[in-house]
Structures are given as C-alpha cells and as structure tokens.
C-alpha cells in the first residue's frame, strides 16, 4: 500500500472564527492519535504546515497564501491530494477518506 500523507494547515492562533477549538497544533496530535486508534498507521506520515511561516514547498506556500487571502477557516486536513475537513474538524469524513483509499482497521 502507497504512503497515506495527512496534511494539517493551521497556526498557533486559533482561528478568529473558531474560538474555544483547540488549536492547530492541538488537532495535529489528536488526528495522530486518533487515526493511530483506529488503524493499521505504519503507511501513514503526517506534516503539520504553519500558515504564519514561509513554505520551501511551493505546492504548500501557494496553498497557504490561498488560506490567507480566501480567510478560509483552519486548521484544513488533507488526506493526500483532498481536502476532508476545514475548522473545527469531524473524525467522520476523515475516516472516511481513510477507508476509500483502503487503510485497514486494526484488528481487535
């Protein structure tokens, strides 16, 4: 199975319109952990990326001036090449992305 990469786009101040969520930085580690619950995660790799710092990936920093000029709200989770959840993120759609592409659940 191919290298699942989850991307979280956020920044260390919570979104303006996002307040009382945990912070981007915060929902970083609770997607790890999480994702790493549920399944199989040796195929997975995660990459956090601040909005507030510049970007040597120029997939990433054209992104990041997106989330900026759109005052798109963050943090935005990516599964690979798609976008699955923007603010206050849901496991659900996140799962789901995951199991489309055919991640397996851990065993019990």
Known sequence: MPTI?????GSEQICASCVGAPSSKDTYEWLQAAIGRKYASENV???YIDINKPQKD????????KIIEEDLF????WVNDKMVAEGIPS????Y???DDIG???KEA
């Open 96 to 98: 789901r992305a995951l």
């Open 45 to 47: 790799s995660y990459k």
């Open 58 to 65: 120029p997939v990433h920093q054209a992104y990041v001036d």
């Open 5 to 9: 990469t989850i991307t979280v786009y």
């Open 91 to 94: 496991l659900k759609p996140i």
């Open 74 to 77: 963050y943090p935005i989770v």
């Open 103 to 105: 991640l397996n659940v």
